[in-house]
Structure formats: C-alpha cells, structure tokens
C-alpha cells in the first residue's frame, strides 16, 4: 500500500503538487507552445535581419535616386552612356567598333 500511496497525485503534499504543475507550465511556455521562448528567440533574430536587410535597401534606393538626378540634370553624361553602352549614334555619324584581343 505505500506505493500506492506515493503514486497517487492527491495523496502529495501541496508543495509537491505545485512544484510540478510550476515545472510542467515551465517546460510548456519555454518550449512546447506555439509562442514558445526559443520561437521568440528566433523571430528576434529574423526581425534584426529583416531590419538591416531594410536599411541597406533604402539606401541602395538613395543611391540610385541620385543617379538619376544627376543623369536628369547632365546631358552630356546621359548622351556618353548611351553612346559607350548601348552603342548609340547621331544622325549622320559612322561608329567603328575595336575589338581587343585578350
């Protein structure tokens, strides 16, 4: 009968009985449920990711408005891009492409 005694739960003393209910909400909170402390941990980190991934984009968006103020604004740049990369030309002008051996 004594090991009948010490495996029934309502024969435990209370500190028992709370000191596992504490223990087992414990392991539930921190790892088990849906928003468990290690699934927080690694939302954190993906949310700093996401940041510094955001920072670096708008930056890259300043950079390139510039660009495109400064191409506006300057003709003879815009007219040299579209003549060396697109191989552009004027109206009566003849192009000689020069084909480097390497």
Do not use: C
């Not at 909170?29 to 700093?48: C, P």
């Amino acid at each position: 009968m004594i090991i009948k005694e010490h495996l029934n739960p309502l024969r435990w003393r209370r500190s028992v009985l709370i000191a596992t209910l504490v223990g087992f909400f414990a392991v539930w909170f921190l790892f088990i449920d849906t928003y468990s402390l290690t699934t927080r941990v690694q939302l954190e980190l993906r949310k700093g990711e996401l940041t510094d991934k955001t920072e670096e984009l708008h930056k890259q968006t300043e950079d390139l408005r510039e660009k495109i103020e400064h191409l506006e604004s300057n003709p003879d740049l815009l007219e040299k891009i579209a003549r060396e990369e697109y191989g552009m030309r004027k109206p009566g002008e003849t192009v000689y492409r020069i084909k480097s051996e390497e």
